[in-house]
């Protein structure tokens, strides 16, 4: 009935098809994998024996270590975000810069990074600095693409800077260590907020009218009293950060530990600034959960997918089909990142990794290509995902605590811009390696933090990894 080469593209057409309709994606994923898994065995295109493996995976999922780090991460993000920080820190950077023109936009995206860096999750940073900053800037007479675009994209400047949770799937996903991951993200991280800055900067010079100071009798006196107040607020903070991931970059702890150690942290951290409640470690322990269960059952779902679409030689069908692109190495890079911006309309990045990296990985490994750059240029591109409208889960975010005064249309048009900014630094990675591999040639040197077992079934499938 069918051809063993039409097998993989109908099962990967299946898959979209089932996702643009809206089911959910990890039953969606598990569900294409059995049904082409048994009509592969009923036509002879599948070899059952296969299905052998799905257990061992399972169990794989299950016991990797590696991501126990996703729900310490996640804890130490929710509780931190919510207990009043960020407050803190916006409010004294907020006045700190606010006497210029464009300051207030300054302190959202400085604050933005630290809080990134702290939360670990989109989500969290773009409604955290929403409620804060959003009714400040209207209050002074900002622009409101500006403000909407400004806040929206320094919440997504989380999914880049260590320790982002995708940054840790993608090293699990890429076989590659989480220090190297973190330590090849730093470069892009700062060119992507020096960039923001810089556009602020301009706007500033060229319209200052739409992003006017802090009038005077707004400000407070600047001193040592404001100084210290911002350091107040930035310093415990960092040191937290520095310590989760120095912990990672020296060798000194795994992903999991630096995890579990930073969960700790933002307990003392909530409890220093006299807000460690149960109430604010419970609704903490609620977002955990509820992630991180999100991911397991997606990481199921993709591994049935991806298991009956190797037994079917998905993987060669995905080989052939890129390495057979004009253009060696550059060729690839440039599909593989409009390939990936435009799935980034539809699906999660969480979605993206464990779904669409295992089937680019052994392509751009066989092309020469370093994974852990690799990983990165991918990291930067899928910020667009949650940027770019109408369907950027950043915008969802923004309009879902926005008051109806600001209209949808001012919170696309003001992201269009900095999904400009954010594909610029794409272009810079590609055509500037060093950005990234510079950090990992004078960084520490760290052992590998993950255990990879491989099981081989047959000739046909390529080690199995858990």
């Given amino acids: 009935m069918f051809s063993h080469g039409i097998m993989p593209p109908l099962m990967f057409a299946g898959m979209i098809c089932f996702m643009l309709i809206g089911f959910p994606v990890a039953f969606s994923l598990g569900a294409v994998g059995m049904f082409f898994g048994l009509l592969g065995i009923a036509t002879g295109h599948f070899d059952a024996s296969f299905l052998q493996a799905l257990p061992f995976r399972i169990h794989g999922i299950i016991s990797n270590e590696l991501l126990l780090a996703i729900p310490f991460f996640t804890f130490m993000g929710a509780l931190l975000e919510r207990c009043g920080l960020a407050e803190d820190l916006l409010e004294g950077t907020g006045q700190l810069f606010g006497p210029l023109p464009g300051g207030l936009a300054v302190a959202v995206i400085l604050v933005g990074a630290i809080l990134g860096a702290i939360t670990g999750t989109v989500a969290a940073s773009v409604i955290a600095m929403g409620v804060i900053s959003l009714p400040v800037m209207m209050r002074y007479g900002y622009d409101m ?58 706007l500033a010079i060229l319209r200052p009218n739409s992003m006017p100071p802090i009038p005077v009798e707004a400000r407070e006196p600047m001193g040592w009293r404001l100084i210290n107040r911002v350091l107040w607020g930035m310093i415990p903070s960092i040191v937290l950060i520095f310590l989760v991931l120095g ?41 955990t959960m509820t992630l991180t269960s999100m991911v397991v059952f ?64 052994p392509v751009a490994a066989k092309l020469g290509i370093d994974l852990i750059w690799f990983g990165v240029l991918l990291c930067v591109n899928m910020q667009t995902s949650f940027m770019h409208p109408p369907f950027g889960f950043a915008l969802f975010y923004l309009r879902g605590i926005a008051p109806p005064s600001v209209k949808s249309s001012e919170i696309y048009w003001g992201a269009i811009p900095w999904v400009l900014m954010q594909i610029i630094l794409v272009v810079i990675v590609i055509a500037w390696p060093e950005s990234v591999t510079y950090w990992l040639d004078k960084g520490p040197k760290v052992d590998p933090n993950s255990i990879k077992i491989e099981i081989p079934i047959n000739d046909t499938l390529a080690p199995l990894k858990f």
């Fill in 145 to 202: 693409k500006v403000t909407t675009g400004v806040i929206a994209a320094s919440g997504t400047i989380t999914q880049l800077i260590p320790p982002s949770l995708v940054l840790v799937v993608l090293a699990d996903q890429l076989g590659k260590s989480v220090g190297d991951m973190y330590l090849g993200a730093i470069g892009p991280s700062i060119l992507q907020i020096a960039i923001f800055l810089l556009y602020i900067l301009a």
């Fill in 247 to 287: 912990t990672i970059f020296y060798g000194l702890a795994t992903p999991t530990e630096a995890g579990a150690m930073g969960a700790v942290g933002a307990m003392a951290l909530a409890a220093l600034h006299r807000r460690l409640t149960w109430p604010l470690v419970r609704q903490a322990m609620a977002s």
């Fill in 298 to 361: 997606i990481l199921i779902g993709s591994t049935v997918f991806s298991l009956v679409f190797q037994g079917m030689d998905g993987g060669r069908w995905i080989e052939s089909m890129m390495a057979g692109l004009p253009g060696g190495q550059i060729g690839f890079l440039v599909f593989v990142n409009i390939f990936i911006f435009f799935l980034a309309f539809f699906l999660d990045f969480f979605e993206i990794a464990f779904i669409v990296i295992p089937l680019l990985a």
